[in-house]
């Protein structure tokens, strides 16, 4: 595609349900990032897919979000058992290369509110 | 832990005027600096970057320069224009993957 996409754009859930959050990256990229960005703040990094290499977890936050990227390409990042200080925007990167040099291209976000 | 920082948390300017925006960083270890725009309810937008063995970089109407000596960086925008107006992030990588982002400053442009 154009750039990188994300699914939903808004999700509203109820404290303790699952969620899951969807990345589609420029196509040919090879590395994915997930960042979590709270109101009025920066951008907090939570995981780094490279290629075919063990992803780099050291942002999340807790053993309740995990990450998964399939075949190289789609990336899913799922929360569960979600809190109320969940409740952020969550955004998407990809690169074409691997060293952490290259631009990351972001998504629009999915906007995560946790009621 | 390491932060990069921003002295300035909104800054407004006049339509036509020279923005500067300032950014602090702490890794002396990072090497890649990269200055992003993010428009509400967008993702954030790459708009220049630098690297360690350079002390300036010049793109259209932006300019960012780089000390190194007191770990400064700052995003310069000439004849300022109301589509500026967005929050403005730094951010540094020491190392492979991860980015470190400032908090951001909004830049207002008064018409």
């Known amino acids: 595609g154009a750039g990188v996409s994300q699914s939903p754009s808004n999700k509203v859930t109820e404290k303790g349900k699952d969620v899951e959050l969807r990345c589609d990256p420029i196509?040919?990229?090879?590395?994915l990032y997930w960042y979590r960005q709270s109101l009025g703040q920066g951008l907090e990094f939570l995981i780094y897919?490279?290629?075919?290499?063990?992803?780099?977890k050291s942002g999340l936050p807790s053993d309740r979000f995990s990450a998964e990227r399939t075949g190289g390409s789609v990336s899913t990042l799922t929360i569960q058992r979600t809190q109320q200080e969940d409740s952020a925007v969550y955004l998407c990167?990809?690169?074409?290369?691997?060293?952490?040099?290259?631009?990351?291209?972001f998504g629009p976000g999915t906007r995560l509110t946790v009621l | 832990g390491e932060n990069v920082g921003l002295h300035l948390p909104t800054l407004s300017v006049q339509e036509g005027d020279n923005s500067i925006i300032n950014c602090a960083y702490s890794?002396?270890?990072?090497?890649?600096f990269i200055w992003y725009k993010q428009e509400s309810g967008k993702g954030p937008q790459f708009i220049i970057d630098?690297?360690?063995?350079?002390d300036k970089r010049q793109g259209q109407r932006v300019t960012v320069l780089l000390n190194k000596t007191v770990k400064h960086l700052s995003l310069q925008i000439a004849a300022t224009q109301p589509g500026d107006s967005a929050v403005y992030f730094c951010?540094?990588?020491?190392?492979?993957?991860?980015?470190?982002f400032g908090q951001g400053t909004t830049l207002q442009v008064k018409p």
């Open positions: 630098i690297r360690s063995n350079m």
């Open positions: 196509s040919g990229h090879t590395a």
């Open positions: 897919f490279q290629g075919n290499s063990a992803p780099d």
């Open positions: 890794n002396s270890a990072s090497d890649y």
């Open positions: 990167a990809s690169s074409s290369t691997s060293g952490g040099r290259d631009t990351q291209y």
């Open positions: 951010a540094e990588t020491p190392f492979t993957g991860k980015l470190i």
